[in-house]
């Protein structure tokens, strides 16, 4: 640590700070959650519960990897008014297998499909209606193609380099040893 920077601020800091993509504004009326896996998507649904009440609420979801869409759509069902299911380019899933996967899960919930996110955001924007609130959520790959206004970086981002298996890549368990800590900060 840098020796300007005492524990008690340092600790300030960290607890102060907030994760983008964690209940996150994107600007008013649309928020964003990168919970991608059943027991977040379980706590983000209470979370807008909380927060909107009875505000209708329209979901762009988006899956990856080997994520089952029913665990995943199960506490969505809870809230939604309607849902748009999108992919990812990367390990996203099929968002029309997706929808015919929840159907037995959401009732009478409208759920559309829209192949690219960029275009699912366009679609929820274009339902919204009398104060409704749009939220994205599930895969963090989709909710950066949905968001990110750079064609060439969305485009970077989900076909080349960093997210490829290099059969040499590094792996291991990295060790933190911090120092003793003092008396907790209340």
Same mark, same amino acid.
């Given at each position: 640590l840098a020796p300007a920077v005492d524990e008690a601020t340092l600790l300030r800091a960290f607890a102060a700070a907030r994760l983008l993509g964690r209940f996150w504004t994107v600007e008013e009326g649309i928020y964003a959650d990168i919970a991608h896996n059943a027991e977040k998507i379980e706590? %983000?649904? +209470?979370?807008?519960?909380?927060?909107?009440?009875?505000?209708?609420?329209?979901?762009v979801v988006g899956i990856s990897g080997q994520r089952i869409s029913t665990k995943v759509f199960r506490s969505l069902a809870d809230i939604a008014q309607t849902i748009i299911v999108t992919s990812a380019s990367f390990k996203g899933q099929d968002p029309a297998r997706v929808r015919e996967e929840v159907k037995g899960i959401v009732g009478d919930i409208p759920v559309l499909v829209a192949f690219e996110p960029q275009q699912a955001l366009?679609?929820?924007?274009?339902?919204?209606?009398?104060?409704?609130?749009?939220? %994205?959520? +599930?895969?963090?790959?989709?909710?950066?193609?949905?968001l990110n206004p750079d064609p060439y970086l969305r485009y970077l981002s989900a076909h080349f380099g960093w997210r490829l298996h290099e059969p040499n890549e590094a792996t291991g368990t990295i060790h933190l040893n911090m120092p003793k800590a003092g008396p907790a900060l209340r």
């Amino acid at each position: 640590l840098a020796p300007a920077v005492d524990e008690a601020t340092l600790l300030r800091a960290f607890a102060a700070a907030r994760l983008l993509g964690r209940f996150w504004t994107v600007e008013e009326g649309i928020y964003a959650d990168i919970a991608h896996n059943a027991e977040k998507i379980e706590a %983000l649904s +209470g979370e807008i519960r909380k927060q909107f009440g009875d505000r209708g609420k329209i979901l762009v979801v988006g899956i990856s990897g080997q994520r089952i869409s029913t665990k995943v759509f199960r506490s969505l069902a809870d809230i939604a008014q309607t849902i748009i299911v999108t992919s990812a380019s990367f390990k996203g899933q099929d968002p029309a297998r997706v929808r015919e996967e929840v159907k037995g899960i959401v009732g009478d919930i409208p759920v559309l499909v829209a192949f690219e996110p960029q275009q699912a955001l366009r679609t929820a924007r274009s339902l919204r209606r009398n104060g409704e609130i749009i939220i %994205l959520t +599930g895969s963090t790959y989709m909710i950066e193609q949905a968001l990110n206004p750079d064609p060439y970086l969305r485009y970077l981002s989900a076909h080349f380099g960093w997210r490829l298996h290099e059969p040499n890549e590094a792996t291991g368990t990295i060790h933190l040893n911090m120092p003793k800590a003092g008396p907790a900060l209340r």
